[in-house]
């Protein structure tokens, strides 16, 4: 039993082994019957791309550029007392998580790189360890914290200037923030004196917020007469989603599309909705949540492109129209949707399609179509672009 896989096929619980990277490389029988997943269909995917767990408050668990991995490589345990794990079927079950390092004498002798072993619980536990102290931030959709592996509700924190003062630095992370400017923003009625105190006591509050969930080092720091937020010391979404965007991009230019479309897909599983949606009438993060969308809408293009490179036509056919959900009036989807259409066998689709790209800018812009989505149509009525010809490339890279 040297061997990880052999250790996870013999414990009775639900359990599964992971290397270095997050990927899965043993699936005992008990995660099958638990989640459906036989061995082979799981087997060198992420963890979070296999469980796509949430806590109870809904932030979620599992997430590329995970912190968690950092644990198993410095020897320490994890484990959550309770989270949602997604099954085959689509169906969510309750479970608690808890883990084992494997052995530094098994590990140097194991092909498979395995370096931790993840247990699966259906009834409630409270493990005895805990995940790294740092927190975790869920910027995308509805704002989220978690701490030692447990959402933060801070939906009821008593002072919602606390919130507001993180999100604040959070949108400027990386520079330190006057005391004035924040003042501004959270009182913009009051005056410097009562603005100062009121600071004070907002601050300290959030300090003690995040001391009682578990974290143990400041996250906000004082910097002279400004405030800073320690980027070091929390894991955001937004920063790992650019990281991957990044680094899809460079390996797309190398010509290794199998691999940034994996990049891609990690930044397009933590995009659960624009940046702050929370606070839709806030000018101080609204050109981050701009640019944030637009790094989106240019990532789906590449993530389509990504597919289409492997002959995935119906999976680009999908991110087009995730694409357009989220901007109707992007023609550059439009156009990319009729030409995937048409060479996965869907022309009458793309004919369609095209209709409803032309009632869509009407309703919206009072605009026909551009010049170039109206080529693209007449090409696909005169059978220029089919299921068996490579027209994609005629697209511009214009994502406008």
């Known amino acids: 039993m040297s061997n990880p896989a052999n250790l996870v096929d013999f414990v009775s619980d639900p359990a599964f082994a992971l290397d270095g990277n997050l990927h899965v490389v043993a699936w005992n029988k008990g995660a099958q019957s638990l989640m459906g997943y036989s061995s082979s269909e799981v087997i060198n995917r992420t963890c979070y791309e296999v469980l796509q767990a949430i806590l109870p408050g809904g932030e979620p668990l599992c997430t590329p550029g995970c912190k968690r991995v950092e644990c198993f490589r410095q020897g320490q345990l994890f484990g959550v007392p309770s989270c949602k794990v997604r099954c085959k079927d689509g169906q969510f079950i309750a479970v608690s998580l808890s883990s084992m390092i494997v052995p530094p004498e098994i590990r140097s002798n194991s092909k498979d790189g395995a370096i931790?072993?993840?247990?699966?619980?259906?009834?409630?536990?409270?493990p005895a360890?805990?995940?790294?102290?740092?927190?975790?931030?869920?910027?995308?959709?509805?704002?989220?914290?978690?701490?030692?592996?447990?959402?933060l509700n801070v939906d009821e924190w008593k002072r919602k200037q606390a919130l507001t003062l993180l999100k604040y630095l959070i949108t400027c992370r990386g520079h330190a923030v006057p005391r004035e400017r924040l003042m501004e923003c959270l009182w913009p009625e009051g005056d410097e004196h009562h603005g100062r105190d009121r600071l004070k006591v907002t601050l300290y509050y959030l300090r003690n917020q995040l001391r009682e969930a578990g974290i143990a080092d400041e996250v906000v720091e004082t910097v002279g007469h400004a405030y800073l937020l320690r980027g070091d010391k929390i894991w955001l979404d937004a920063d790992v989603f650019e990281l991957s965007i990044f680094e899809g991009t460079s390996l797309m230019e190398q010509g290794n599309w199998d691999e940034a479309m994996h990049c891609f897909e990690d930044?397009?599983?933590?995009?659960?909705?624009?940046?702050?949606?929370?606070?839709?009438?806030?000018?101080?993060?609204?050109?981050?949540?701009?640019?944030l969308r637009e790094l989106y809408l240019n990532m789906l293009a590449k993530l389509a492109q990504c597919y289409v490179e492997g002959g995935g036509f119906f999976k680009a056919v999908q991110v087009c129209r995730s694409a357009l959900t989220c901007e109707p009036c992007r023609e550059y989807f439009h156009r990319m949707l009729m030409v995937y259409l048409t060479q996965s066998g869907q022309r009458d689709q793309a004919i369609t399609?095209?209709?409803?790209?032309?009632?869509?800018?009407?309703?919206?812009?009072?605009?026909?179509?551009?010049?170039?989505?109206?080529?693209?149509?007449q090409q696909i009525l005169e059978h220029e672009i089919?299921?068996?010809?490579?027209?994609t490339a005629t697209l511009q890279w214009n994502t406008k």
């Open 353 to 377: 399609h095209y209709k409803d790209c032309q009632r869509i800018l009407k309703q919206e812009l009072g605009v026909e179509p551009m010049t170039e989505t109206q080529k693209i149509y």
């Open 129 to 151: 360890c805990s995940i790294l102290q740092s927190l975790q931030v869920f910027s995308f959709g509805h704002f989220g914290l978690v701490a030692e592996g447990r959402g």
């Open 386 to 391: 089919t299921a068996d010809t490579g027209h």
């Open 267 to 291: 930044a397009h599983r933590l995009y659960r909705g624009d940046y702050l949606e929370d606070e839709p009438y806030e000018d101080w993060c609204a050109e981050e949540r701009e640019r």
């Open 116 to 126: 931790a072993i993840v247990f699966l619980h259906q009834h409630q536990m409270q």
